[in-house]
């Protein structure tokens, strides 16, 4: 006869109270004999319901069914990893997913899973409880969980998803903010200022920096691609983005002073103009990152980033009419949805059919009709029409 027992981890509360205390996650265990044969075993569960029903079927068939070893949560990792290489992601998007494996291995770790199996629906909702990071980011966090999940499914690791019944966190949509006109004077007037907090070098990475901040406001350039601009990337002023997948070049036409800045320092190398093209790649970002917060502060302009700056390339296009799904083609966005759920408040034409709307309604409106009937702005836009 075989009994089941949960045998604790060293992090559990109950370890204390022996095998009779049941209602922890531990590993549950079989003990005893079967078919004459002692049998200590780990069933590989925590349900223990499923638990049961594997040792009563022991029991029936008086010996321990054969199944498939599953896959260890290292492996399901490297796997999907080698999968995202394959696909050639950005090593940023990689890197995310890493982090989130680490995280995965250190919380298995301390409660002693090691199969993919053991990440149930209850175990994954700890594994999330975990999380300290703002609702947006643990979205982003749990969008990448279900991904990976789902494709532990597709390789027949897993039964089903159990990420589909875990609900998305709250998230309120941040308004785009893009920079105002006096925002960018005060920042480009910072260049001087910068000048002269920063040594001998100073002159030179003033000029630079100017560069950098015009290139960004006038191609929309994310800050990592203008980081690692390609000189032959600009021809006749205009600024190559990229290809389509119908094989359509996309180019955006930089203004002539944005092209006589870039010419004004001496570039890295022969290749690029911000980037010695040795150094790593995030590496750099991160420290042009470090520039603009010094050059923000020196500005004194509060909450400024990088991304303001393509959002306000985007947010000047659309006040001026240019149609949303043009801007998406220069954002270099998958979807005009992308842009859509970022920039649909600053559409122009979009805002000035709300507003025709809504005037359309007072035409029906007794009150309305009432109060303008005999001024002289009605009584002159009747004439008109007339």
């Known amino acids: 006869m075989l009994t089941a027992y949960r045998r604790h981890t060293k992090r559990c509360p109950h370890r204390g109270e022996g095998r009779k205390y049941r209602r922890c996650r531990c590993p549950i265990w079989a003990d005893g004999m079967l078919s004459g044969v002692e049998i200590r075993e780990s069933l590989k569960l925590r349900d223990w319901e499923k638990a049961q029903a594997r040792i009563r079927e022991w029991e029936a068939t008086g010996s321990m069914a054969q199944e498939e070893q599953p896959i260890t949560c290292q492996a399901a990792f490297e796997d999907f990893k080698s999968d995202l290489k394959r696909r050639n992601l950005a090593r940023e998007t990689i890197r995310k997913y890493e982090f989130l494996f680490e995280r995965m291995k250190v919380f298995g770790e301390d409660r002693g899973t090691r199969y993919l199996k053991e990440f149930d629906l209850p175990t994954l909702r700890q594994f999330r409880d975990t999380w300290t990071e703002g609702n947006h980011t643990a979205l982003k966090k749990l969008e990448r969980l279900r991904s990976f999940m789902s494709y532990a499914v597709e390789s027949k690791w ?146 400024g980033h990088a991304h303001r700056f393509r959002d306000t390339f985007a947010v000047e296009l659309l006040l001026k009419g240019v149609p949303l799904e043009r801007v998406s083609v220069l954002l270099g966005h998958r979807s005009i949805k992308v842009t859509e759920r970022h920039y649909a408040p600053w559409v122009r034409a979009r805002q000035e059919q709300l507003e025709a709307d809504v005037r359309r309604t007072w035409g029906k409106d007794p009150l309305a009709f009432r109060e303008t009937k005999g001024t002289p702005e009605v009584h002159e836009k009747r004439e008109a029409v007339n």
Request: proline share 7%; with cysteine.
């Open 158 to 303: 897993i039964d089903g998803n159990p990420t589909t019944k875990i609900k998305n966190p709250k998230v309120v949509q941040r308004p785009t903010m893009p920079f105002t006109q006096d925002q960018m004077v005060r920042i480009l007037a910072a260049c001087d200022k910068y000048k002269d907090c920063y040594g001998r070098t100073a002159q030179w990475n003033a000029r630079r920096l100017r560069a950098f901040v015009l290139l960004l406001r006038y191609s929309g350039l994310r800050i990592g691609d203008a980081v690692r601009l390609s000189r032959d990337r600009i021809v006749d002023g205009k600024l190559f983005l990229y290809t389509q997948k119908t094989d359509v070049p996309v180019h955006c036409p930089l203004p002539p002073f944005v092209v006589d800045s870039l010419d004004s320092f001496e570039p890295a190398n022969d290749r690029y103009f911000f980037w010695t093209g040795a150094s790593d790649r995030d590496g750099v970002t991160r420290n042009y990152m470090r520039y603009l917060k010094a050059l923000f502060e020196l500005a004194e302009v509060p909450g």
